[in-house]
């Protein structure tokens, strides 16, 4: 009987060992604090990147640093240093622009590569990395990647690195944990027909996108029919009438399980 306190402590003990830590799932930023935002990148890459971030923290209720304080921060000669972590560039800024947090990133985009229908397809990487102003001290650091695909290299590149910008955003705000699609999605082949051209079905595949969609790639055309594999955090249901409403001219001929057929006017 003596020892059930001694039992008791062990299984708390060992219950808050096992709850999760609130700063590793995002959300880890001081509130109250102004956060000021450097990214480095293809010029293209890391503005979108940060236009991105900046946005999230905004719409999560912080205070972030404005871009014209930005631009004179990115125009210091700490602000490279600060990027690399030196914690001697972190404070030196902190002090000299009077922000708390410093919340660097990095966009990493390996050259796209060209797919059998012409496109490109693109993989972008954001790391983040935020540290106390005053003393150099890390709250948070995260990772996310994307992949997109565009019609040219530029375009599929730009597109994945604001969609693993927008991604670490919201890993950021807490919204999801790290490496965590954004929704749980189902796999959905949509078929088109007549289509006449390969332009016209990949037109297809951005109307998906323009649908709702997380994803979208062409998978065959052959003989006047698109078939397009889709992903949707929805039903097919859902998915059919979003079609319906980015696209006047198609018409429902068929919806059976995860299959949806198409004509077009």
């Not at 490496?179 to 051209?197: C, E, F, L, M, N």
Request: proline letters at 4%.
């Amino acid at each position: 009987m003596k020892r059930r306190p001694w039992i008791l402590l062990a299984l708390l003990f060992i219950t808050c060992l096992l709850i999760p830590d609130t700063e590793a799932l995002g959300a880890a930023l001081p509130q109250g604090k102004t956060i000021a935002v450097l990214v480095r990148g293809t010029p293209s890459h890391a503005a979108a990147a940060r236009s991105l971030l900046v946005r999230a923290l905004l719409d999560g209720g912080y205070r972030a640093v404005d871009e014209q304080q930005l631009e004179k921060i990115r125009r210091s000669k700490a602000a490279a240093l600060a990027l690399e972590g030196d914690v001697d560039a972190i404070l030196q800024l902190g002090r000299s622009f009077g922000f708390s947090v410093l919340l660097s990133g990095t966009v990493t985009v390996p050259k796209p590569v060209r797919n059998e229908f012409g496109l490109f397809t693109a993989t972008a990487s954001v790391s983040v990395t935020a540290c106390h102003a005053a003393d150099g001290r890390q709250i948070m650091a995260l990772t996310e990647s994307a992949k997109e695909i565009g019609y040219t290299p530029e375009e599929a590149a730009q597109k994945a690195a604001e969609k693993a910008a927008a991604s670490a955003g919201d890993v950021i705000l807490g919204k999801r944990a790290a490496g965590q699609p954004d929704s749980p999605a189902s796999k959905y082949t949509v078929i088109v027909s007549p289509v006449r051209s390969f332009a016209e079905a990949h037109g297809i595949v951005e109307s998906c996108r323009d649908a709702g969609a997380l994803s979208a790639s062409l998978k065959r055309f052959a003989a006047g029919k698109a078939e397009v594999e889709a992903e949707f955090g929805g039903t097919a249901a859902q998915l059919l009438a979003a079609l319906l409403r980015v696209r006047k001219e198609f018409f429902e001929e068929s919806a059976e399980g995860n299959v949806i057929r198409l004509g077009k006017q």
